[in-house]
């Protein structure tokens, strides 16, 4: 094993409240005692954008931000680059070897972060449909300052990155849907930001065209190692992307972790609702679906078993198993519990 | 019934009144202030005078043919203005088309040099646009010919007051259009944007004003067909121009006359019009 020091982190939402309208002073009492933004709405004619989210994003990571239409992930995102200012709480991104708040940042330093540290990529795309492949690519740069000479390799570089040479000086127009947000990604990219805000990027697109998208994704991410939020209503897209998930209802965080520890241990009926249509077998190991105590059983399992496995094994004549953990013996498992906790994990 | 109206007309609004004393007052108070316009107006349209007679006929037909293509690429188009041109000299009335084809310039000047702006301040502010719109509509729907009595007692008779005119009948356009164009910038063009990293100069040179382009374009050419039908009513206050054969054909019931320059304001509005239009690609 090597020993690589723990991840810093890259964003911190610290209590984040968003609230849309001119009085978030009193939309903000009644948030707190947890009334739902209907309620909010009729009582004060604000909107509850988020509430009192924590969150902390590593560097690194993808971590997914979940959750139907309305439950504020998008809001919060867009929280980390200011375009929604938060009214209460804190959020802090990595600015070299310390944290700077962008809730409170005054515009010089708010504009800085946007230019080198924050990028991001929009759910229809945003780019500038008079202007070449080329010219939307180096937006950023060219609002750095850049000439045009000085960006031409960093873009031409990133636009071979995403495969969009040869459409380098058409215009954005003439793409597919799925070329254009590779543009949007290649604008993203160039701009060597560390962080990068994706909001729902590939909603728009279709099926086929969206899975080879995320499979480009995390390719790409595997040399760039960027800290990526991504926001997405598409619960199979969360889990192949998000080393993370951080799952939203009605403006308020109901549960964050991997994908295995929500499908494991779902905190509420709304979560488990959310996963009821994934496959367990895929995530879940022998820990998961075992009965904590102690069994002589004769035959034993190691607790991170994949419970695909275990259910071969139950196939074939197991009828129970310990569970192991470094030698010590922490649960069994029967046949009856494993499908009990496969059909209703919060049973 | 008398007695009813009698009643209303009793107390007379002071409307005539006080435009007589606003005009008086500013006649004597701020003259120093229309005579500065009025120079600088004048050294304005003398200079593109002097500038179009200086081209010369043929020259500026070329001129006007070359940036039609620069603008249209297209060869018709092309053709059209130059036979434009050619009919403009063939009638003979070179010398008022550039008393006119001045007036028209400067006006543009005038009106998308000041109509720009406004329309970005006003796209800006909604509050401004609440206060700038019932003036809109005003410059738009009083007769020229009532403005015109003030201009002239300001300005003199001559080119200015007739281009004063022009510009409050046509400027409208260019505001409005402008104000369109940047208020219907797409949100998520302004927002990609602003999280690059843009200044709010920055937002508007790079995203709202290309964005809002082809309104101002459209403003523009409003502008120049809002002028060229000033032309006549322009004549009436001295400024010469394609107007004057028009009025001098009315005076004299002389139909030949009216509509030779009749014509050949249509074949400047035409040339203008083939030349700048823009077309959606």
Redesign the interface.
């Known amino acids: 094993m090597n020993t690589r020091p723990p991840p810093r982190t890259a964003v911190e939402f610290d209590r984040v409240s968003i609230v849309f309208g001119d009085r978030p002073d009193l939309a903000l009492p009644l948030m707190d005692q947890g009334r739902t933004r209907s309620d909010i709405q009729s009582a004060t004619a604000q909107i509850l954008g988020v509430h009192d989210c924590t969150l902390s994003v590593a560097e690194g990571e993808i971590l997914v931000l979940m959750g139907l239409s309305g439950s504020g992930k998008s809001t919060l995102l867009r929280g980390v680059?200011g375009?929604n200012p938060v009214v209460r709480g804190e959020v802090r991104v990595r600015d070299g070897d310390h944290m700077t708040s962008i809730t409170n940042a005054d515009p010089a330093t708010l504009?800085?972060l946007?230019?080198?540290n924050?990028?991001?990529v929009?759910q229809?795309?945003?780019?500038?449909p008079?202007r070449s492949v080329r010219e939307n690519v180096g937006?950023?740069l060219?609002?750095?300052g850049q000439s045009p000479a000085q960006r031409t390799v960093a873009v031409d570089a990133q636009l071979a990155l995403v495969n969009l040479s040869q459409w380098a000086d058409r215009k954005v127009g003439e793409l597919s849907g799925g070329m254009q947000q590779r543009v949007g990604l290649a604008?993203a990219f160039v701009?060597n930001a560390p962080i990068l805000?994706m909001d729902e990027p590939f909603s728009a697109l279709d099926p086929l065209i969206r899975a080879h998208l995320q499979d480009e994704l995390l390719e790409l991410q595997k040399s760039l190692h960027r800290t990526i939020i991504f926001v997405s209503h598409d619960l199979d897209e969360a889990f192949k992307l998000g080393n993370r998930i951080a799952l939203m209802d009605g403006g308020r965080i109901v549960q964050c972790g991997t994908a295995r520890e929500i499908i494991a241990n779902p905190v509420s009926d709304y979560v488990a609702d959310f996963v009821a249509h994934m496959n367990p077998m895929a995530v879940l190991t022998a820990r998961d679906v075992m009965q904590p105590g102690d069994d002589a059983a004769p035959q034993s399992v190691d607790a991170e078993t994949p419970v695909l496995q275990i259910m071969e094994m139950i196939r074939d004549g197991a009828t129970t198993l310990a569970v192991t953990d470094g030698g010590a013996r922490i649960g069994t498992l029967t046949p009856a519990h494993v499908m009990g906790r496969l059909v209703n994990p919060r049973g | 019934m008398s007695a009813i109206t009698d009643q209303i007309t009793a107390a007379k609004i002071p409307v005539g009144d006080a435009a007589e004393t606003a005009v008086t007052w500013l006649q004597i108070n701020a003259g120093w202030l229309f005579d500065t316009i009025s120079d600088a107006l004048n050294a304005l349209i003398d200079g593109v005078t002097f500038s179009i007679e200086s081209i010369g006929p043929i020259g500026m037909t070329i001129l006007f043919t070359a940036l039609t293509y620069a603008l249209q690429r297209s060869v018709k188009r092309c053709l059209i203005v130059a036979l434009g041109m050619l009919f403009i000299i063939n009638q003979g009335y070179w010398d008022r088309t550039i008393e006119t084809l001045s007036l028209i310039l400067v006006s543009c000047i005038v009106c998308m040099g000041a109509g720009v702006p406004l329309g970005i301040a006003t796209a800006r502010r909604k509050w401004l646009y609440t206060v700038v719109e019932p003036v809109l509509d005003l410059m738009q729907t009083l007769p020229p010919f009532v403005y015109l009595i003030p201009a002239v007692i300001f300005f003199g008779l001559g080119q200015v007051p007739g281009l004063i005119a022009t510009v409050i009948f046509a400027l409208p356009a260019s505001i409005r259009l402008t104000h369109l164009g940047i208020s219907s910038t797409p949100m998520?063009?302004t927002?990609?944007?602003?999280?690059?990293?843009?200044?709010p100069m920055?937002r508007l040179v790079?995203?709202e004003l290309?964005?809002a382009?082809p309104q101002i374009m459209v403003g523009l050419n409003q502008t120049i067909m809002l002028s060229l039908s000033m032309v006549v009513i322009a004549t009436l206050v001295g400024a010469g121009g394609l107007g004057q054969p028009v009025l001098n054909g009315l005076n004299r019931m002389q139909p030949d006359l009216g509509f030779e320059s009749g014509f050949v304001i249509v074949a400047l509005a035409t040339i203008l019009r083939v030349m700048l239009e823009v077309r959606k690609a």
Do not use: D, Y
Not at chain 1, 124 to 128: D, E
Not at chain 2, 191 to 199: C, D, N, P, S, Y
């Open positions: 680059n375009l504009r800085r946007r230019l080198s924050i990028a991001m929009f229809q795309f945003g780019l500038l008079w937006l950023g060219e609002l750095a604008r701009t805000l | 998520a063009l927002e990609a944007a602003t999280a690059f990293g843009a200044t920055q790079k995203v290309p964005s382009f």
